[in-house]
């Protein structure tokens, strides 16, 4: 079964500086979808990035970018200039072709002023 | 707002009751999508409708059942309920039958079972 690992409960960062949050999974698929989605206190979560499986260059969303590393199963997501509307928890995602969608534990990330 | 809303944002109710949560998805989506997170398992698919059929299955349980209406709103009904099913159930609608595709979420019903 497949599963995602976010190994970093919770991440701080500087305000303009920059963060990178980890996630690992496991799958036997060769296609299938990757996502990140960050969920603010107001609780509705919201997608920030998604990569798919089969294209090698990583997804960038303005200040959002990943780093896709197939082989060794990892996607991050780096958030670039953090702002204060950032804090929130982050939940990386796993998607394979059986309508099964996994999320990891999530990462709390805060950021300082 | 994401479009999608959830009715009631808050329910409080009593071990063995039986609730139902409400869910209308944006306007266009032919899919639901319904999820359960808790402290302990985390965030759950439970299950997916597709236009008004049940497209897939997750972790969801027997007592716990849903449908989806011709108007494409869904409810999901939990019944016999149990202090581990409080949790904070969210529906999310997307356009096609895929979760690949962008899922746009609810704020979430926050269950409380005393």
């Known amino acids: 079964a497949q599963t995602v690992t976010q190994s970093q409960p919770e991440m701080s960062v500087q305000e303009a500086e920059t963060v990178t949050l980890s996630c690992t999974y496991d799958t036997s698929e060769s296609d299938y979808y990757l996502f990140w989605y960050k969920q603010p206190p107001s609780r509705q979560m919201i997608l920030v990035i998604r990569?798919?499986?089969?294209?090698?260059q990583n997804a960038t969303e303005n200040r959002f970018s990943v780093n896709f590393q197939k082989a060794a199963k990892s996607f991050s997501l780096k958030i670039s200039d953090s702002q204060l509307g950032d804090a929130a928890m982050y939940f990386c995602?796993?998607?394979?072709?059986?309508?099964?969608?996994?999320f990891g534990a999530g990462t709390r990330l805060t950021v300082k002023p | 707002d994401s479009g999608v809303t959830q009715t009631p944002k808050h329910l409080i109710t009593a071990t063995g009751q039986r609730v139902t949560l409400r869910c209308s998805p944006r306007?266009?989506?032919?899919?639901v999508y319904w999820y359960q997170q808790s402290l302990d398992q985390g965030l759950q698919f439970l299950i997916q409708y597709y236009n008004g059929e049940e497209r897939a299955k997750g972790n969801i349980l027997e007592r716990f059942s849903a449908q989806q209406f011709p108007d494409l709103h869904s409810e999901l009904n939990l019944s016999s309920l149990e202090l581990g099913d409080s949790a904070l159930y969210f529906c999310?609608?997307?356009?096609?039958?895929?979760?690949?595709?962008?899922?746009?979420f609810g704020s979430g019903t926050q269950l409380s079972v005393l």
């Open positions: 306007s266009g989506d032919l899919s």
């Open positions: 999310a609608s997307s356009v096609g039958s895929r979760p690949y595709e962008k899922l746009f």
């Open positions: 995602a796993h998607y394979n072709n059986n309508n099964d969608m996994r």
């Open positions: 990569q798919e499986a089969y294209k090698q």
